[in-house]
Nanobody, 126 residues
Framework: VQLQASGGGLVQAGGSLRLSCVGS????????VGWFRQALGKDREFVAAINWDGGSTYYTDSVKGRFTISRDNAKNTVYLQMNSLKPEDTAVYYC????????????????????WGRGTQVTVSS
């Protein structure tokens, strides 16, 4: 499986961006997809995840109410709608695919994800 993230850019605080993660292969729609981010000099951290059919989602506390994850399996795409962006959201954002079962503890860890896309830079100016 190959993943390609896009949609990043430079935005002012309070603005919005929508990231897309396009996956290859017929099995993309069978698995959990997560978004992570890594700010300069910091560890990669979990942002949000969605299960195979979109029926379950999970967010880190700092983005709840501002970010929305969704998916369109017909297009092999997972989206991350980011509203009310803050300077602290600045990071490289990565999407990843987890072939394991839905587990809200495990899905927040980078080691649960077997496939990663290249990141897309999000910069929020104050």
């Amino acid at each position: 499986v190959q993943l390609q993230a896009s949609g990043g850019g430079l935005v002012q605080a309070g603005g919005s961006l929508r990231l897309s993660c396009v996956g290859s292969g017929r099995t993309f729609g069978l698995y959990t997809v997560g978004w992570f981010r890594q700010a300069l000099g910091k560890d990669r951290e979990f942002v949000a995840a969605i299960n195979w059919d979109g029926g379950s989602t999970y967010y880190t506390d700092s983005v709840k109410g501002r970010f929305t994850i969704s998916r369109d399996n017909a297009k092999n795409t997972v989206y991350l709608q980011m509203n009310s962006l803050k300077p602290e959201d600045t990071a490289v954002y990565y999407c990843a695919l987890d072939r394991g079962p839905w587990d809200i503890v495990l899905l927040t860890t980078t080691t649960s994800y077997e496939y990663w896309g290249r990141g897309t830079q999000v910069t929020v100016s104050s």
